[in-house]
């Protein structure tokens, strides 16, 4: 017969466990007092101006090299369908879903939900992604494609947030800068919610 103390440690494993298992996604009225609440710090017109100069910078870049640009899904969807058609050279795409957060603040582990196909051998490869944070996702995904015999690997960022310590990777193309506090929108979700925004906000502190 288990003792007190056992039925007290699976009581606080049980617990733990509920925690784990609540779906953080947003209700429609918390979506809507969060957006209420958060700041505005990049306005819609400012982030359609930074797609087209980061179009440019790559054109200049990759416009002779016929480049396989893998999207990096969900975050870079709306990045992604912004710049593509600015990109007057020849391209193929392909995308990938590898992430550290799901719906959460944090970031965890890695979870490849799809991984570069071999069709990455002997290309050069594009990457988009919506922010660079640490970097820890987007070297992984370097790894991942070096490994399977790209001969080249560019990464462009919507945005790159400031966050005082070094970083396992740096972009070659960043359209903004964003300050340390957790944003959202233009592709970048809070609890799965507010991807479709045209303008960038964050939290207020």
């Given amino acids: 017969m288990p003792d007190a103390a056992t039925f007290l440690l699976l009581d606080d494993f049980f617990t733990i466990l509920a925690d784990t298992l609540i779906d953080p996604m947003l209700s429609c009225e918390e979506a809507k007092k969060i957006l209420g609440e958060a700041e505005q710090i990049f306005s819609a017109d400012l982030v359609s101006r930074t797609v087209k100069h980061m179009a440019a910078e790559i054109t200049v870049a990759l416009s002779h090299r016929y480049p396989l640009v893998?999207?990096?899904?969900g975050g870079a969807v709306v990045f992604t369908g912004q710049l593509l058609p600015?990109?007057?050279?020849?391209?193929t795409f392909d995308y990938l879903h590898a992430s550290r957060y799901d719906n959460d603040t944090r970031g965890g582990k890695i979870n490849w939900k799809v991984s570069p196909s071999e069709n990455v051998r002997?290309?050069?490869v594009l990457v988009l992604d919506d922010v660079l944070d640490e970097g820890i996702t987007l070297a992984a995904i370097r790894e991942r494609v070096m490994s399977q015999g790209a001969t080249a690997f560019y990464s462009a960022v919507f945005a790159e947030k400031v966050i005082g310590k070094p970083?396992?990777?740096s972009a070659d193309?960043?359209?903004?800068?964003?300050?340390?506090?957790?944003?959202?929108?233009f592709g970048m979700d809070i609890y799965g919610a507010w991807r479709n925004l045209p303008a960038i906000y964050a939290l207020k502190a």
């Fill in 70 to 73: 893998l999207s990096i899904m």
């Fill in 122 to 124: 002997n290309r050069v």
């Fill in 167 to 169: 970083k396992s990777i």
């Fill in 173 to 185: 193309f960043v359209g903004v800068m964003l300050p340390d506090r957790f944003v959202f929108g």
């Fill in 86 to 91: 600015l990109l007057e050279f020849p391209l």
